[in-house]
């Protein structure tokens, strides 16, 4: 079973700075079966990034993501106020692996 | 526009079967590429996948609870149910249904606002 470990647990940075998330594998991913969401509190997940960097429709472009392998990042350029969320990955791989998410990393205002 | 919908009890006892609901608008689950998935979210936790059901009626389980989950569609209703036996505490969570589509390269792009469900006594 494939295990994606997220890191920082929790990143702590002010609007207007640049953001890294990372996300490893345990072993190798499709670049093409990689994904990242965003979700605010009391709200559903949102899909940012699919295919390890595409953005999804209607997502602004300083989210980016780049990656494969097994080391995969989520760049936010310049962090708005609406940016501070928690953040998974996400890998879909086939049967009978299926879906497996990260454990989130938590971004707060700093 | 895409709009999914979880519907199911609140509260279940351990040792109960859960039967969830997702009904959905703005597809069809008979479109090629196209798949409905359960995710769940225990309080203060991460997001664990459970199920998803193709357009062609393919199925895959979370190999972890495979053995208690069901999944289904019916496409004339536009809903696709979840059944989970045996149910415990440790199974109190947030559910979701999401739509998933191969040119999203089956990353979930649309949710549901999500269903809480306690598992007590």
């Known amino acids: 079973e494939i295990v994606l470990t997220q890191s920082p647990g929790t990143l702590s940075l002010s609007p207007g700075e640049r953001a890294t998330l990372s996300c490893r594998a345990s072993q190798s991913v499709s670049s093409s079966y990689l994904a990242w969401y965003q979700q605010k509190p009391g709200q559903a997940p949102r899909l940012l990034i699919y295919?390890?960097?595409s953005r999804a429709t209607g997502i602004p472009d300083r989210f980016s993501g780049s990656g494969s392998g097994t080391d995969f990042t989520l760049t936010i350029s310049r962090l708005e106020p609406e940016d501070f969320a928690v953040y998974y990955c996400?890998?879909?791989?086939?049967?009978?692996?299926?879906?497996?998410f990260g454990q989130g990393t938590k971004l707060e205002i700093k | 526009q895409i709009t999914l919908k979880e519907s199911g009890p609140t509260l279940v006892k351990p040792t109960q079967t859960l039967t969830l609901t997702c009904t959905f608008s703005?597809?069809?689950?008979?479109?090629?590429?196209?798949?409905v998935g359960w995710i769940r979210q225990p309080p203060g936790k991460a997001l664990e996948w459970l199920a998803l059901?193709?357009?062609?009626?393919?199925?895959r389980y979370s190999p972890s609870l495979k053995s208690r989950l069901t999944i289904t569609k019916d496409t004339s209703k536009n809903q696709v149910v979840l059944t989970m036996t045996n149910m415990d505490p440790v199974d109190t969570a947030t559910y979701y249904c999401?739509?998933?589509?191969?040119?999203?390269?089956?990353?979930?792009?649309?949710w549901g606002q999500g269903t809480m469900v306690t598992v007590s006594s």
């Open positions: 703005g597809f069809s689950l008979s479109t090629s590429g196209v798949g």
């Open positions: 999401a739509h998933t589509e191969s040119k999203w390269r089956d990353a979930f792009d649309i």
């Open positions: 059901i193709y357009w062609d009626d393919d199925k």
């Open positions: 996400q890998q879909y791989g086939s049967s009978p692996q299926g879906y497996t």
């Open positions: 295919g390890a960097s």
